[in-house]
């Protein structure tokens, strides 16, 4: 078993930045993919971005490229999302994952319980 806890949500104005992080514990955390997801209200939970155990990105969703970086620290246990230039479309509750990788959910086996992000115009 894998756990997972987020942090570093809240509401910000349009054009700030945020960093979350998801503390990962349990079971060998470090050798899962991370992944970011994100669920807006009234919308399926997106792929936000993933990153292997080695540091090798697999990939940002089009809409989040040249904003938001993924990165992780094995040492600390911990995968980072730094969002700049955040918009009032970033507005979601933004979980962590573990797994497999991909862009698809079902490759991701732990998940975190979520912090909101909010993005006032």
């Known amino acids: 078993q894998v756990q997972l806890v987020e942090s570093g949500g809240g509401l910000v104005q349009a054009g700030d930045s945020l960093r979350l992080s998801c503390a990962a514990s349990?079971?060998?955390?470090?050798?899962?993919?991370m992944g970011w997801f994100r669920r807006a209200p009234g919308k399926e939970r997106e792929f936000v971005a993933a990153i292997t155990w080695t540091g090798v990105i697999t990939g940002y969703t089009d809409s989040v490229k040249g904003r938001f970086a993924i990165a992780r620290d094995n040492a600390k246990n911990t995968v980072f999302l730094q969002m700049n230039s955040l918009a009032p479309e970033d507005t979601a509750v933004y979980y962590c994952a573990a797994g497999t990788g991909g862009r698809n959910s079902n490759g991701y086996y732990y998940w975190g319980q979520g912090t909101q992000v909010t993005v006032s115009s």
């Open positions: 349990g079971r060998s955390p470090r050798t899962y993919t």
